[in-house]
């Protein structure tokens, strides 16, 4: 595998599951595995089995549902489905993860500023 | 959110259903995404390989979601479980034997956590009952009379003390089998207590039936009523749930039973241990009782708050104003310093503290002995076992994870010795509750309880970890490579272990030579006591209650006329009593006294040498027997001077035996020339006695304890308080009981079917809290000397083993058998030596904390330590011997063939 794609950060599959079936609507977990892949245009490190162990927590949450059904080629597969409990915490962990970015973007692009030198400069070691 | 825990919970326990589908989900998946690549145009077996090999890994997978849902701990622990049953039965052997030492141990510091729970944690079996105080005088010479209060005095007390929401008390001198209960045939002896009527109030108690007392049952007039206890409602009248309001004969009066006390109270178990109580009376104070002196106890119940010193102040400030007898002024201030409450707990068992911490001990000894012997066991099997160990950890098994998968081994025998064990002490718990004849408080109340229960699991785990924890590090620590390396025993790894085993059996031995001690001196100390001057002889002798009504002759005694109607009325009857038993083929001597030795007991002041001035501190009075003549030889106490006859009646001179001790102390006042008592003449009270026998001292409140002084009244004189006949036969009992009782029977019809008790019994019941503590403690000792045996067996048999291939090199160098055998045993008795030396250092150091509980035997007795070392050596040498025996045997070409 390529060292360049991005490991995913502790809790971030979860969100991405959630957003992928509130997006897509029922899904199998195979579904759901490609479809993150492609949004991320392939450059996540996805082990496609952890779909699986998020999928269990979620539903252990009761954040979505699952039931057995047939896919587009006559295959039976469990298929999943976000909840209402599950768009709630969607909002909440989307509004939060927005959050989280706005503040690493700004912590990221920040230059060398007055407050700083001040700093330094500020009491004896 | 919440939903997830129960969710988990729920996932573990369906685990096998959730597997499938998983299974199921993951097999769908590979599927899709083989078809997916097949699309897009890849081989069949380069399409699976791709859509394995993005899943991540099938297993990988499946234990993430088994992680995710589950109760991973949980898992491991039953993993843990299955890997110890399974390892556990292929070892059966090892097994039973673990589980059975750790039962023996567990089983008997269970039982005497029961015991001690009950005497000495647990608190009264009566609501707030640390309220509960017992109001005496410190312990005197004159017995029951000097612990007692007159019923003035109780009034006094409980009208003027601030410190008790109530006083009550109960009548000190109630006999065994004072009552007589006709139901048509034979009476039938039971015993009741006289209490004053609050008595239930105070305590605490309910009625599981009917009602209690009422201050006007114990009214002048009141109907006679009794309370009847649980046991005799069940065992005499067949639980009769209609028996409130039946009113039955006894003692000659229509008694009402107007209540049935809850199994839960025990008289006799609080107050009077080792007696059997079967209902419980009334105490009119304002009847006859008002004149009989000294006849209460008290027992108060403080106010919430009031402390036990502000109490002690209360009673110091109102016993001045105590009077023996309102009507004698002089009486009044006679219990100053004689007032001192002490919690009830205190008095029912206080002085049993340091006898039940000596058993608390000891089976604490025990129970490390078993670990200790359980390490030595699972060191021994880990040595074997290293390579598994060592062979986990190559495989990537994190240290923590072994060590709990031998911790697990460890509960896992401990939690079935603790079963088993359970069930010993609730064996040996059972039996305990049941002895009756033990003079120790509460025993019947004994039961495994709640306490006793969380005490198992606490020693259970508490075990668990000593022996399992130990061993458990020291192979999880152990070098990889050298358990790896290790190729047989006899290298590296083990010979550490060896040393550790070796230093185990030391402390072992060590720790069985205290309880050896212990033992030994508690032993010596019984056969101290047993080989007390009693001064009576009680083999042979017998005591049986006869009957005998006084009322038709004259009220309760209480006017000189009727008391010498009284006397005379019974002398005859005693004439015809004696002369008929005297008679009997096979007797040698009868005689009747009211009192006997190491029952009850009353003083009637202090006699002292006529004209002699009377000390400013007069000691205390003597204990008081009236007798008839024949009595003291019945008895087989010694006499000097005469004993009393029938002529000594009411109308010669009153005449009088005194014991030794007290001829001693009047003699030193009076300077008899001589030192002689006999002939002399004493006054008490105004009345003058001449002295016509000393008698030996004989020991009347306990075997252990000082003889107190005695004086003998003839009966012939003075007034009985009951009528117990001595008869001295060489007869087997059973058969002199049955001619005694028909004759009884002949002269009044109306004798109850009283118990024929041995004297020897008196003996024994007043010994047995010594005998009850000496048997546990050597049975705990003899346990103990048994599993340092199986430890020293053990660990011997393990080093032959281990040097069979060293020892056949030696024997085909030349090293004969018997050089082999020496060699082994001496390294056995070299440990036991070193246990030995080790344990006599500790028992010197901790003897002196059971001095106080030794008779006549000190803590460093010479004989007791010679005797525990000898055991001990001869323990290890057999232990030892069977090891060396099979180290002889060993034929040097198997063993340098084997491995």
Redesign the interface.
Known sequence: MQSSKLDLLQGTLDLMVLKTLAAMGSQ????I??RIEQVSGDQVLL????I???L??LE???WIASSWGV?G?N????FYSITRAGRRQLAEDARYWERLTGVMERVLTMDKDPDEALGESGEPA | MSLRPARRVRAFFVKRRLDAELEAELAAHIELAIEENLERGMSPAEARRIALANLGGMEQAKDKHREARGLMRLDILLQDLKYTFRTLGRDAGFTAVAVLILALGIGANVAVFSVVNTLLLRPLPFPDAQQLVWIAPPPTKCGLSCATYSTDAYDEFRAHSRSYQDVTGYFAFSSAGNLSLSLGSAPIPATSIDVIANFFQVLGVRPAMGRLFTPDDARNGASPVIVLTDAWWRRQFNADPAIVGKAFDMNGQQTTVIGVLPASFDFGAVFSPGAKVDAITPLNLYGPPRDWGNIVTLIGRLKPGVTLAQAREDAAAVAPTMCWNNKRPQSCGSYVHAVVPVPLKDYVSGRLRRSLLLLWSAVGMILLIACVNLSNLLLARATARSKEFAMRAALGARRGRIVSQLLTESLVLSGAGALLGLGLAYALVFWLAHQGAIALPLLSTLRIDGAALAWTLFIAVTAAVLFGLFPGLRISGGNLHEALKDSGPGTGQSRKHERVRSVLVVTEVALACMLLVGAGLLLRSFLSVLKVDLGFQPERAYAIKVDYQDSAVGANGNTPAARLAVVQHRTVFYQQVLGRTAAIPGVEATGISDFLPLGQNRAWGTPWPKGVKLPAALPAGPLVYVVTPGYLRAMGTPLRGRDFTWDDGPNSDSVVIISQSFAHLLATFAHWPGGNAVGQIISNGGQDLRIIGVAADVHEESTEGDAGWQIYYPQTQAGPAGTELIVRSTLPPSALANIVLRTLRELNPNQTAAEFRPVQSFVDHANSPRRFFMVLVSAFAALGLFLAALGIYGVISYSVTRQTQEIGIRMALGATMGRVQRQVLGGTLRLALAGIAVGAVASLAAARLIASLLFATSPWDLATYLGMAVALMAVAGVSGYLPARRASRIDPMVALRAN
């Open positions: 199998h977990g195979y579904g595995a490609r082990n496609q089995g952890t699986y162990a998020s269990v927590r252990q949450r009761g896919s080629n295959r039976k597969a469990k």
